[in-house]
């Protein structure tokens, strides 16, 4: 009995509640006792369920940490990147040199187009892309109910939400 998870512990307590309801309120000696020991099973496996919370919360600090430290590393790399490619773009460009090639390895230069804006103002109208983005305020929503304001398609939810400390 004691190797119920907190699902079969619920239907458990449910079925226990039915007898209770069937039996017009009276509760035995046998029903009680095992109403307090569902209970029981039931704080002893959220009490378990809760270090388990807690310990994955401590992981996740822990990884987002490492996360933090592997992302810093990545743009490291990737600015000691730009700088080699720059050094030998440079490098190529000033000795006219537009192709290396050893047995392991080609280095060139490839061509590619791109527009420069110099001035956003100046470009004519036929050029420009309308683009509008809406996002829903739920402060202001949520703030306007609570003064008694109807905001149809909206309502305010009451959740209860579990805190693991």
């Given at each position: 009995?004691s ?6 512990i619920?239907?458990?307590y ?11 309120g ?9 109403l307090?020991i ?7 496996k959220?009490?378990?369920?809760g270090f388990v919370?807690?310990q994955?919360?401590?992981d ?6 490492e ?6 590393l ?13 050094t030998v ?10 192709k290396?090639e ?20 100046d ?6 892309k309308e683009k509008?983005t ?5 402060i ?5 109910i609570?003064k008694?304001?109807?905001v149809?398609?909206a ?5 209860k ?5």
């Amino acid at each position: 009995m004691s190797n119920l998870n907190i699902y079969q512990i619920e239907q458990e307590y449910l079925n226990l509640a039915n007898q209770l309801i069937e039996s017009g309120g009276e509760c035995s000696p046998e029903l009680e006792l095992q109403l307090t020991i569902n209970q029981e099973q039931l704080e002893q496996k959220a009490r378990g369920y809760g270090f388990v919370v807690k310990q994955m919360e401590n992981d996740i600090s822990i990884i987002d940490a490492e996360i933090k430290r592997l992302g810093e590393l990545k743009k490291s790399r990737l600015k000691t990147i730009d700088r080699l490619e720059t050094t030998v773009s440079n490098a190529m460009q000033l000795y006219q040199i537009e192709k290396l090639e050893t047995p392991t390895l080609k280095i060139s230069f490839r061509k590619s187009e791109s527009i420069e804006i110099d001035n956003e103002a100046d470009i004519p109208a036929q050029f420009l892309k309308e683009k509008v983005t809406y996002t829903i305020d739920k402060i202001a929503i949520k703030e306007a109910i609570k003064k008694g304001e109807v905001v149809i398609g909206a309502r305010l939810q009451q959740n209860k939400n579990i805190q693991i400390k």
